[in-house]
Nanobody, 124 residues
Framework: QEQLVESGGGSVQPGGSLRLSCTASGFSLDYHAVGWFRQAPGKEREEVSCINSSEDMTEYADSVQGRFTISRDKSKNTVYLQMTSLKPEDTARYYC?????????????????WGLGTQVTVSS
């Protein structure tokens, strides 16, 4: 069964850090771009970051540029999102998704596989 599972979410204080993991089972992430998206209550889902299959291109939303880092470990079939200097506005449910193709896209309809998400809460 093809599945994506996110982990690593939690509650942190402003300025704190978390590392999210997205692990695939039943299929390989090697030939797909993988994106991280987030959705806060009452807001639309937005792309946070993406990494292409060859790992030579990454994308970040302006709001997280310089604070978040995406990476992938093909030996573990896992993509990570290292989040530092977290802010209350980063509070959301974070989802990973695989693209149909090997390059990133900002359109959620080009990501057919999604995990169930992991909650990140930043609060003092």
């Amino acid at each position: 069964q093809e599945q994506l599972v996110e982990s690593g979410g939690g509650s942190v204080q402003p300025g704190g850090s978390l590392r999210l993991s997205c692990t695939a089972s039943g299929f390989s992430l090697d030939y797909h771009a993988v994106g991280w998206f987030r959705q806060a209550p009452g807001k639309e889902r937005e792309e946070v970051s993406c990494i292409n299959s060859s790992e030579d291109m990454t994308e970040y939303a302006d709001s997280v540029q310089g604070r978040f880092t995406i990476s992938r470990d093909k030996s573990k079939n896992t993509v990570y999102l290292q989040m530092t200097s977290l802010k209350p506005e980063d509070t959301a449910r974070y989802y990973c998704a695989t693209a149909r193709q090997d390059y990133c896209s900002p359109y959620t309809n080009e990501y057919p596989y999604w995990g169930l998400g992991t909650q990140v809460t930043v609060s003092s």
